[in-house]
């Protein structure tokens, strides 16, 4: 597919992906930093559902050859500090680097910083990228996936695997249903005072107007 | 049936159309959804603009020259657009930053909030770009491919956000 193609199709598929982050309010950051504090689980539910989504997505298209997967390396030590240092700029920032743009467009103008601030951490992993990479250099696995690991076919254990994110799934949403973690504004935030706010208390949540 | 006036969709329901978007990527893209090489792309054009050595830096010409990558910013791009009409559709308008920072850190001003945001923002790409990708490169779509590294990525990506959220008040 040509570069055209290519920008018309990400815009297309991105779309859709920002309808349903706004829609879900996955990317509310009373969702996400109320994920990091346990108040609130709708990330976890929307990620455990696209994840269990596209395992079987993949146990299909693999598992028939149409598609090769393209899993990222399991290197120890960037893998691990990398991902502390991006968990804590994702509870700063009440996003992720994509759910930043959603933010954006929903309206909340302090995500064109986040989005500003991501592009000089990027900027600066890229000068910086011999030295970081250097000093991180340890315990490089490769590419490696259950599948390599495990004497049982790539589809198998993504199916089996999407099961048991499914029996999780289906767990969470009867000890916390859906409706009641949302907040009174579809915003995970909760009216009086900080810390009063508990989910279960708020059956009508995300049905009341939001106050802007 | 849910439509795009809703002001909520449940979140199984968002998952699942995010899930299904990998059929698109790994068939016509050859390449899984992601979000944060987009960042890099956006760093090179930037650093381009000043800095004629940009052209000697492979991480940033891979990503200034690859279609997979003008694909994902796309992509993001794209996100910003479908959030915005879903935000208009909904009637659901946004302050300029969301009351849960005055509650979890009790910033009341918008620059304030706008200096954290572009800490966090910086601190999040820095540690995207080392891990080599993010809650979608690592969590929705490297776990859906059974990577071992990015369990080991999702597991450190909770722990750094339960510990800095762990300094915030609860909302």
């Known amino acids: ?212 | 049936m849910p439509t795009l006036t809703d002001r909520v969709w449940s979140p199984y329901l968002a998952g699942v159309i995010i899930g299904l978007l990998q059929i698109p990527a790994f068939l016509l893209a050859d390449t899984a959804l992601g979000a944060s090489s987009s960042f890099v792309t956006a760093a090179g054009f930037l650093a381009s603009t000043v800095d004629s050595g940009v052209a000697q830096i492979d991480y940033f010409v891979s990503h200034m020259t690859s279609g997979k990558y003008f694909w994902q910013s796309a992509l993001v791009i794209g996100i910003a657009i479908g959030a915005f009409v879903s935000a208009r559709a909904s009637r659901s308008g946004r302050p300029s930053f969301s009351g849960a920072w005055t509650r979890l850190v009790g910033v009341r001003s918008f620059w304030a909030r706008s200096a954290m945001a572009f800490a966090g923002g910086f601190v999040m790409l820095l540690g995207a770009r080392i891990a080599g990708g993010c809650t979608s490169g690592h969590g929705i779509s490297g776990m859906a491919q059974l990577a071992i590294g990015s369990f080991a990525a999702v597991a450190a990506m909770f722990a750094g956000g339960i510990l800095v959220a762990s300094l915030f008040r609860r909302a």
């Open chain 1, 1 to 212: 597919m040509g570069i055209l193609g290519l920008v018309i199709l990400g815009l297309v598929m991105g779309l859709v992906f920002g309808v349903a982050l706004e829609k879900s309010r996955v990317m509310e950051p009373g969702i996400i930093v109320g994920q990091f504090q346990f108040r609130t689980f709708i990330m976890l539910k929307m990620f455990l559902t696209a994840t269990a989504t596209g395992l079987v997505v993949l146990a299909v298209l693999y598992g028939f050859g149409w598609v090769e997967l393209g899993p990222k390396a399991m290197a120890v030590g960037p893998v691990l500090v990398g991902g502390l240092i991006l968990g804590a700029g994702i509870a700063l920032s009440g996003a992720c680097p994509g759910t930043a743009l959603a933010q954006a467009g929903a309206g909340y103008r302090d995500a064109l910083f986040i989005i500003a601030g991501g592009v000089f951490g990027a900027m600066a992993y890229g000068y910086f990228k011999a030295e970081i990479d250097g000093l991180l250099a340890m315990g490089d696995y490769g590419k490696i996936t259950l599948a390599d690991v495990l004497p049982v076919p790539f589809w198998v254990l993504a199916l089996a695997f999407a099961a048991l994110l499914v029996a999780v799934i289906v767990a969470l949403e009867t000890w916390r249903p859906w409706r009641s973690e949302m907040g009174p504004g579809g915003t995970g935030v909760w009216d009086g005072e900080p810390g009063t706010g508990r989910a279960g208390k708020h059956p009508a949540g995300g049905t009341r107007p939001i106050e802007a």
